[in-house]
């Protein structure tokens, strides 16, 4: 969708139209799964979920889910999603039966090293368009929309 806008609509406008504008545009990324090596077709909610369980070890579902903000349940089925695709691994706690570790397999490393090559030629592609004052600018803007959601 190409909106046009002229120069003499109000600035607040503008800004509007360009939240408007990006929300959409986030909404349709969020939905669309992107190819991470051997991992395949990964949705971002699925890629950021390996991403936040890391390579360093397990962890707990309920850290999980606090570290995604999101509820247990919706770890679980996410989980469950991973688990079939040998992107990540269950295994019971070795003291305390009622909790679940999730752990990353070699193919779900895999795929966390290839969202971190996307995200870093996502960065040199901002940095070829814009200057380091304009980034620093951005980064500074979005915190600040992000903080402002949060509240």
Do not use: W
């Not at 699925?46 to 770890?75: C, D, N, Q, Y």
Request: net charge negative; with cysteine; proline share 4%.
């Amino acid at each position: 969708m190409n909106i046009q806008r002229t120069n003499s609509e109000p600035k607040n406008n503008r800004g509007k139209m360009g939240i408007g504008r990006l929300i959409m545009q986030l909404r349709r990324l969020e939905r669309q799964p992107l190819s991470f090596g051997a991992a395949g077709l990964l949705t971002p909610s699925e890629i950021h979920t390996l991403e936040a369980v890391g390579p360093e070890g397990s962890v707990l579902m309920s850290e999980l889910a606090s570290r995604l903000g999101v509820t247990k349940g919706a770890v679980t089925q996410l989980v469950a999603r991973l688990e079939p695709k040998g992107l990540v691994h269950r295994s019971q706690h070795p003291t305390d039966s009622r909790s679940t570790l999730i752990s990353l397999s070699d193919k779900g490393c895999e795929a966390v090293a290839a969202h971190e090559a996307l995200h870093h030629d996502f960065y040199e592609q901002l940095r070829a368009q814009f200057s380091e004052e304009e980034i620093e600018i951005f980064e500074r803007g979005i915190e600040k929309f992000a903080d402002f959601l949060d509240q």
